[in-house]
């Protein structure tokens, strides 16, 4: 069985693992990974619009790696629509790119899992195997991490060099022509950068298991040692 300090710093690597996959889950399942401020171009155009007149046509875009939604400012007053990536909005997009970030991530999910397995066998006994002990969980966390840091860099990737929110708010749509004025990251995505960030932090835990803490000893009350004059009375 392992001791208390192991068992205590394991347990902690296993809540780790579990908060890793919960923030991927979250991450796909929310809509916040971008949101911006889209200007729609054409109708600033037709009025020929100056500057302080440009806040009229300034609507608001977000969206994630399944759907999303926009606010339309083209003069007519406001118009929410809803964005939905697949099947088809994908097709204008780096399809193959969006959908190795949404692989990287699962795999990252399937690793995290993995990390979190061993966790809880390392609590809960001492592994006669060197992948069993602290040599896996690390490998299955640089593992994990890894692939939450590629999904984020692809991404990255897709949003700065493949005009990925300019390609959103521009899809099915005919007449208006929309450009994108900011760009930020949103919650969505700091959830999956935090998902990786996990994965480091367990490394550390799982060093501090091997520290050997001294273990405290009781002394022993002295037993009376009886004398030879103690004898004769």
């Not at 902690?12 to 889209?38: M, R």
Request: hydrophobic share 45%; aromatic share 14%; proline share 3%.
């Amino acid at each position: 069985m392992p001791g208390i300090w192991k068992k205590i710093t394991f347990s902690f690597a296993s809540v780790l693992s579990i908060g890793s996959i919960l923030l991927i889950v979250v991450a796909l399942s929310t809509e916040k990974w971008v949101t911006g401020k889209i200007l729609c171009k054409t109708g600033a155009e037709l009025v020929n619009a100056s500057d302080p007149e440009l806040v009229k046509f300034i609507g608001d875009i977000y969206y994630g790696l399944f759907q999303g939604g926009k606010t339309r400012q083209c003069g007519l007053g406001s118009r929410r629509s809803k964005i939905y990536i697949f099947p088809k909005l994908v097709r204008r997009l780096n399809g193959g790119l969006h959908v190795i970030i949404i692989l990287f991530l699962f795999i990252a999910i399937g690793f995290a899992s993995v990390s979190l397995a061993f966790c809880i066998y390392n609590a809960r006994k001492v592994p006669y195997q060197s992948i069993k002990g602290p040599t896996g969980l690390y490998l299955w966390n640089f593992i994990a991490g890894l692939f939450g840091v590629f999904a984020i860099i692809c991404f990255i990737a897709a949003m700065k060099h493949h005009r990925l929110t300019e390609r959103v708010a521009n899809f099915r749509e005919e007449i208006f022509q929309f450009i994108v004025l900011e760009e930020d990251y949103d919650f969505s995505f700091w959830l999956c950068v935090a998902s990786a960030g996990t994965h480091g932090a367990n490394f550390i835990i799982v060093t501090m298991s091997k520290i050997h803490l001294p273990k405290i000893q009781t002394k022993k009350p002295e037993e009376p040692t009886a004398r030879a004059e103690d004898l004769l009375y």
